[in-house]
């Protein structure tokens, strides 16, 4: 069998670069990966030697077989923003470049070229994300202040009006002026969010998650399954509690709305290194997924769930994941969406600021 030796006279310099290479022989099974390459599958060349490319990622049909028609044609391709999933890991999206290869024994081969394309996708997004966010509030802030001063001047006036009247039965009307102007000041306040600052201390991510999960179970219906994955090496780390049991509360509950009767939620937790929110990167980000297997967010929502007053039921303010999300700028970090039918998975980002 053909080992890293074997060939590391010839394909030497490939370990230099940052784009992960793999060559495959003409079964497409691996006969030579980079370190970049080792990297992306979470695997060493040893370990993957010899396996087919099936065995230690998945692809789609397509792009499979385009692989085995570029072997036969000795055609090269290039197949952009293709999604691949690493045994074991959350799919990439990547751009291959595909170059077939002869060797020296004159035996067919392909020279993969895998170029990750999801960091840049992220934080592209994660920009859009906040400047969405900062945008919304900008005009709820003007908002706030254009509604706010009228209800006072309201509010004041039926207060004034309340105590000249003698008829009490009058002053119900009053009184409904009174608590109406309440009510939208309170709404207010609601789509503002929080205004005081985040009061944080060290805080067991997996403790918080328990506690959501614990509340959820209660107030689920019989025919909900909520189970959990942890990562147990996350340590723990500063932020607001509280906040924190907000946001992820939040969302589990629109994750049990969407489920309905009968469906599954998951709690998971994990640990990504060197890893960018917003402009900011950040050494160490934990990522908390609540995921759940309804019938997803339509297409036109799911660039629109995290702006104030836009809710996918009926019955919803649109105003919870507005909320969540601005809770989480403040704790510098961010919440992200990705939906398909069967499956929608909100992710909360937040830098591991280790104590």
Do not use: W
């Not at 085995?68 to 799919?91: L, N, S």
């Not at 290869?101 to 592209?124: F, Y």
């Not at 789509?191 to 998650?209: D, F, Q, Y």
């Not at 929110?277 to 297409?299: F, Q, T, W």
């Amino acid at each position: 069998m053909t080992t890293k030796t074997d060939i590391v006279g010839e394909f030497a310099l490939l370990d230099q670069l940052s784009t992960a290479v793999l060559l495959l022989d003409e079964g497409l099974r691996l006969v030579y990966l980079n370190a970049a390459a080792e990297q992306l599958l979470s695997a060493s060349m040893r370990r993957v030697l010899g396996k087919r490319l099936i065995q230690v990622m998945n692809i789609s049909d397509d792009l499979l077989n385009r692989l085995r028609e570029a072997v036969e044609t000795a055609q090269p391709f290039t197949d952009r923003q293709a999604i691949i999933e690493p045994h074991g890991q959350d799919a990439k999206v990547v751009d291959c470049s595909i170059t077939p290869h002869i060797t020296e024994h004159n035996q067919r081969g392909l020279l993969i070229e895998i170029d990750a394309i999801d960091r840049p996708l992220r934080i592209a997004r994660d920009e859009a994300i906040l400047a969405q966010q900062e945008h919304a509030h900008s005009l709820l802030r003007g908002l706030a202040h254009e509604i706010k001063n009228p209800l006072g001047g309201l509010r004041g006036a039926a207060q004034l009006l309340e105590k000249q009247l003698g008829n009490p039965e009058l002053k119900d009307y009053t009184n409904i002026i009174i608590q109406e102007a309440d009510r939208l000041h309170s709404l207010i306040d609601r789509m503002l969010g929080p205004v005081s600052r985040p009061k944080k201390e060290p805080v067991n991510i997996h403790e918080v998650l328990e506690h959501v999960r614990i509340i959820s179970r209660v107030g689920a219906p019989a025919g909900i399954g909520i189970t959990f994955d942890y990562d147990p090496s996350i340590p723990e780390f500063n932020s607001d509690r509280d906040r924190l049991v907000q946001v992820l509360l939040n969302i589990a509950g629109n994750a049990i709305n969407a489920v309905g009767e009968h469906g599954n939620i998951v709690f998971r937790s994990r640990v990504i290194s060197s890893f960018t929110i917003g402009a900011e990167r950040h050494p160490l980000v934990a990522a908390i997924e609540i995921r759940d297997d309804g019938p997803g967010i339509s297409e036109p929502l799911i660039d629109q769930i995290f702006y104030p007053m836009v809710s996918g039921t009926d019955t919803g303010t649109g105003l919870g994941l507005s909320i969540a999300q601005s809770i989480m700028n403040q704790l510098g970090g961010l919440i992200e969406c990705r939906s398909q039918p069967g499956e929608t998975v909100f992710t909360v980002l937040t830098p591991l600021e280790v104590i």
